[in-house]
């Protein structure tokens, strides 16, 4: 009689990190929501001074200095569409090359929830938009633009609203929001490049080489990167590819895995001092010279009149929580994995539809897709602000029904009961960690018996 085969152990979904994943995912987040905060200033400035001095506000955006001889007299505008997101999409890149090598994409079985999630939650989007735009006769050119999640945007809405969502939860935004990111420049880099100048671009990649073969040789200081990383973006800006490609392109050279002696690899320590850059000044100030659009009741009323706007609205609404949630779940399904145990599939949703919220790259996207009809450009940036203001109130009330059991959650997740500096949950399977927790009980009740015994000395219950 031959015996039963041992049970195979069931995968988890959205289970616990572990601890380096856990503590850089603290710190990315940290400087990501104080960003996102910043973010939302940024918008709302933007929006008020668009609507309460427009001339001083077009005057500005439209302004331009840089050397021309260069190719680089730009707008204000510009500057930060190509000059600023450059730097946000260098984190990007680095985040992207991280999460290969060592973070939660690095092995097949672990990349397929969020990669599965993130391509469903971009192609439905652009499926809705496609859809909802073509039956209504409009433009299919901003099929690309209820694609892009914004985490910073969304960490925001976690601050503003006081929920404390659980770690496992916060990774899988911020891993669907990397691999979103990587898509949206593919999107950018092929379906956004009209003319080639081919000198340029053979510049801008002989350059790269010589960026890479620098960190290779082990070649340090800034002064070195810093002027060729300025050099590689105008050349790609002038070779008609986006600027931004640029950014990601070092990103991604950058190594990200420790070495003997290494507490950081060199692409987290420029990423923990370049991010802060990214968050706290390329982005809001991206934000403060793109979003300000005309708001009035007729233009808020045609953003659900006009194919493209509304395109844009449901494909963020809609398709965004549609696609990453019902890829989730098919990632479950085909992985076989069991949903983590102190978890909901309505939390999934919820968290779902935080990734409506597509503010930066679906801004950037309109206007390279709408770049010969500013009036449609506005209009569609109404309608991203809306459908993130909409995702950013869903997500909101969804998420605060369960903010008592995330509460419970990530209080259970930061206990440090013996004081070693390590969460409990880590420790829990560790012999040394239960025999320190023994001692330190083992002293509590002493005191309390020593305490006891002196009550029952001054008189006890007789003097209550």
Not at 218 to 241: D, K
């Amino acid at each position: 009689m031959s015996e039963p085969r041992p049970r195979r152990r069931t995968a988890v979904l959205l289970g616990r990190l572990s601890l380096p994943e856990r503590n850089f995912l603290a710190d990315a987040l940290r400087t990501e929501t104080v960003g996102g905060v910043l973010l939302l200033l940024a918008a709302v400035a933007s929006l008020v001074w668009a609507n309460t001095l427009h001339h001083s506000y077009e005057s500005a955006a439209d302004f331009h200095f840089g050397p021309s001889v260069l190719g680089l007299n730009l707008s204000v505008a510009h500057w930060a569409a190509d000059g600023l997101l450059a730097v946000f999409f260098f984190v990007a890149g680095v985040e992207l090359k991280r999460e290969l090598v060592a973070g939660e994409l690095r092995t097949p079985a672990a990349a397929a929830l969020p990669v599965i999630a993130a391509l469903c939650g971009m192609a439905v989007p652009a499926l809705v938009y496609t859809l909802v735009s073509g039956a209504g006769g409009g433009s299919l050119r901003g099929w690309a633009v209820p694609t892009a999640t914004d985490i910073a945007f969304a960490l925001a809405v976690l601050a503003v609203i006081g929920t404390a969502l659980p770690a496992a939860l916060r990774a899988f935004l911020l891993t669907l929001a990397v691999v979103d990111d990587l898509i949206a420049i593919l999107i950018i880099a092929v379906f956004f490049t009209s003319t080639i100048n081919f000198a340029a671009l053979a510049g801008a990649a002989a350059c790269l080489v010589l960026f890479w073969l620098l960190l290779h040789a082990g070649v340090r200081g800034w002064y070195v990167y810093l002027p060729l990383a300025l050099v590689v973006w105008a050349l790609m800006l002038n070779s008609g590819v986006h600027a931004t490609i640029a950014g990601v392109a070092m990103g991604l050279m950058l190594r990200c895995t420790t070495r003997e002696g290494e507490r950081q690899s060199p692409g987290e320590r420029v990423e923990h001092l370049v991010r802060p850059l990214s968050a706290g000044l390329a982005v809001p100030l991206f934000a403060l010279f793109s979003a300000g659009v005309t708001v009035s009741a007729h233009a808020l009323g045609d953003i659900f009149t006009k194919p493209e706007t509304l395109g844009v609205f449901l494909g963020l609404v809609v398709g965004k929580t549609v696609g990453v949630f019902c890829g989730t779940w098919c990632a479950s399904r085909f992985t076989r994995a069991e949903l983590n145990s102190d978890l909901k599939w309505p939390d999934v949703f919820a968290v779902s539809t935080l990734a409506g919220i597509g503010f930066t790259v679906s801004l950037l996207i309109g206007e390279l897709a709408f770049d010969n009809d500013p009036l449609l450009t506005d209009e569609v940036k109404a309608a991203v602000l809306v459908a993130s203001v909409v995702s950013a109130l869903l997500a909101a009330t969804l998420l605060k029904r369960r903010n008592t059991v995330y509460r419970r959650l990530c209080d259970n997740e930061e206990r440090d009961e013996d004081g070693d500096g390590i969460p409990d949950v880590y420790m829990e399977d560790e012999p040394a960690y239960h025999l320190r927790m023994a001692e330190i009980l083992e002293r509590r009740a002493a005191e309390h018996r020593r305490l006891a015994q002196l009550a029952r000395r001054e008189g006890g219950p007789d003097n209550i």
